[in-house]
């Protein structure tokens, strides 16, 4: 599975274009501005920091927040808009991230992230492998905005105005699509879209971009195990190109970290084996399928994706049997690890028998 990000300026039109991704295509799309109302919502951690933070002031008669003066506020000021971004971008993330897994376990090739502020954050950046950005002219933008929102020009122009120019986003994009036409026009760019992303699904490991660090993960991992002996070519090239922080050890509790160094073999205790997302997507099923507690086991994978870390299994004879999900542009979803002497049919028994995951690396 692979992730777009779709981002633009402010009422540039990606609601919209999202909307025909959406509804022509049937494409997932996750939207940062609803993630961004749930996560804000009375009760959430989110609502009692702004609470806290910008005081009753910002609170409707209904204790809901009230997001035409927070607007107001943040839109105005540099320092609010901060203190808020630190309080809810986080939240955001993290629910997109959970989104992006729920699609993928629908089987989803690619997922549109629609988020505004993709490249003032960077958050999700790593995660994407094509960004789009929706232009229009800033006469329009700012006709669209003050017409939409009922807003006058100071107004409007103060929200343009707290974001990147749209010019410099379309320098940092992959790809632009022009919404400065009619809707029909905007259509037909969307489709020649689509049909560029859904030429983009190749074999998932051959789609791994090697050295490109603008759509590589910095922090992507692989690990790889102390007493094993081979590294298949291809993970080197991989962990190498993808600029990986690898970790190393013999147990769990013994590995530790040491920067890969690209291009060299020295590292040679080592088995990292790449599989096939399916194959990690049915490992990831028979886990779920065996709890109850579905949801919180959810929350814990996603923590783990979030962070980067691995689940390791520690259930009969085989220790380590370590399985990274981390989502690689382009690559389908991550690595998995074992050791060189378990069959993929072992570790399905060892699965049907496990009761989840044992220990965090
Ligand atoms: C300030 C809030 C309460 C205003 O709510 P309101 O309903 O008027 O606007 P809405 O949420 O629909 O956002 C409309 C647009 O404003 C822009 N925008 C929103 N927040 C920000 C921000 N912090 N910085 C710059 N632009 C922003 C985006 O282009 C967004 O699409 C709300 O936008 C908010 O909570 N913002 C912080 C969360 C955030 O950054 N959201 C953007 C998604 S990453
Ligand atoms: N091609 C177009 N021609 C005319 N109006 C348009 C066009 N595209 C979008 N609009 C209008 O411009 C306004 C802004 O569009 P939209 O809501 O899609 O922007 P957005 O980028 O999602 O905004 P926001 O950043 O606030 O979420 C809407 O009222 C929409 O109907």
């Known amino acids: 599975m692979f992730l777009v990000g ?22 997932p799309v996750i939207d940062a501005d609803v993630i961004a109302r749930e996560v804000v919502k009375s009760g959430k951690p989110a609502y009692e920091k702004i609470k806290s933070t910008f005081g009753e002031e910002v609170l409707l008669s209904t204790g809901e927040i009230n997001r035409e003066k927070l607007g107001q506020i943040i839109f105005n000021d540099g320092g ?18 959970w989104q992006v897994f ?10 549109i992230l629609d988020i505004p502020l993709l490249f003032e954050t960077r958050q999700m950046l790593p995660f994407v492998s094509f960004s789009i950005v929706v232009f229009c002219q800033e006469e329009q933008q700012l006709a669209r905005l003050m017409q939409r929102n009922d807003l006058d020009e100071e107004a409007a122009k103060a ?37 560029a992303f859904t030429a983009a699904l190749c074999p998932w490991h051959s789609n791994v971009p090697l050295g490109d660090s603008r759509i590589c993960l910095p922090e992507s991992m692989v690990l790889l195990d102390a007493h094993n002996t081979a590294v298949p070519p291809e993970t080197l090239g ?72 691995g689940i390791t299994f520690t ?44 220990a965090n690396v």
């Not at 729920?102 to 997922?111: D, R, S, T």
């Open 6 to 27: 779709l981002t633009g300026g402010i009422a540039s039109g990606k609601s919209t274009v999202a909307k025909i991704f959406r509804e022509e295509y049937g494409c």
């Open 159 to 195: 929200r343009i105005n707290s974001q990147m120019s749209l010019k410099e986003k379309c320098e940092l994009c992959t790809h632009v699509i022009d919404n400065t036409q009619p809707l029909d026009v905007t259509r037909s760019h969307v489709k020649k879209r689509k049909t």
């Open 238 to 309: 991989l962990a190498s190109g993808a600029g990986s922080v690898v970790f190393a050890g013999g147990s769990p509790s013994s590995l530790g970290a040491q920067t890969f160094r690209p291009g060299t073999t020295s590292n040679r205790h080592c088995l990292a084996l790449l599989v096939e997302p399916s194959l990690l997507l049915r490992i990831t099923l028979s886990w779920f399928r065996k709890t109850s507690d579905t949801e919180s086991r959810l929350v814990k994978l996603l923590w783990l994706i979030d962070n980067g870390e």
């Open 80 to 97: 609010k808009r901060k203190l808020l971004n630190a309080i809810v971008h986080p939240a955001i993330k993290r629910e997109m991230l």
């Open 315 to 358: 259930h009969g004879k085989v220790k380590d049997l370590i399985i990274i999900l981390h989502l690689i542009p382009n690559s389908g979803l991550g690595f998995i690890k074992k050791t060189s002497q378990v069959s993929d049919k072992e570790i399905t028994h060892i699965l049907s028998k496990s009761d989840g995951p044992q």
């Open 102 to 111: 729920w699609n993928l376990l629908k089987g989803h090739q690619f997922a």
